[in-house]
């Protein structure tokens, strides 16, 4: 039986719409880091309200700085047809960056995701793609500093086997907890 033109327009639009909410993951190109720190600034403005208001403004630098990779790391970015809708800055083992954990553990410092894409997975398909460089890094732990106010991150570190420490630090007068994972 043949299908008519209006419905086979119908099953590629369904498609095309299936293709665009298709998240890849990658190593960020250069000239997307500046779009990336957007990208994680949008994705953290749910946070400004925990910090004092004349503070969020060097918050935003330290996301933006990170996220630019200017203390080092490697920027990973999930897009879609649209562009990013994501990202994660990951430290390898005995990274300068790594100084809040053990030289052989790996880590990451930004986990960002566009709120129109929470709760589909795309927080796990970024800490996996990590988790795969950790292991052939040779990292013996995988870990990351979550403000304690960050519920939505550590549900997802919390899905993904991750475990709370029992360490935390102050940062910018928040408190953090360590979270971690062996390999």
């Not at 498609?15 to 000239?31: C, D, F, G, I």
Request: hydrophobic fraction near 40%; aromatic fraction near 10%; glycine fraction near 8%.
């Amino acid at each position: 039986k043949l299908k008519s033109a209006r419905s086979l327009k119908k099953i590629y639009f369904e498609l095309s719409n299936m293709e665009k909410e298709q998240h890849q993951v990658r190593h960020a190109y250069l000239e997307e880091y500046e779009g990336a720190s957007l990208v994680a600034i949008e994705a953290y403005q749910c946070l400004k309200f925990i910090y004092p208001p004349g503070l969020w403004p060097s918050i935003q630098k330290m996301i933006a700085d990170a996220t630019q990779l200017k203390v080092g790391g490697e920027l990973l970015v999930a897009v879609t047809g649209e562009g990013i809708s994501g990202l994660v800055v990951y430290h390898a083992p005995g990274s300068d960056e790594n100084r809040y954990f053990p030289p052989d553990w790996a880590s990451v410092t930004i986990l960002a995701v566009l709120p129109k894409y929470r709760r589909t997975g795309l927080g796990s398909k970024l800490l996996h793609a990590c988790l795969d460089i950790a292991q052939t890094d040779k990292a013996h732990v995988f870990a990351a500093l979550l403000n304690s106010r960050m519920v939505g991150a550590k549900k997802v570190f919390d899905k993904n086997g991750f475990s709370e420490s029992g360490y935390s630090r102050i940062i910018s007068g928040q408190k953090y907890e360590r979270y971690s994972l062996i390999l």
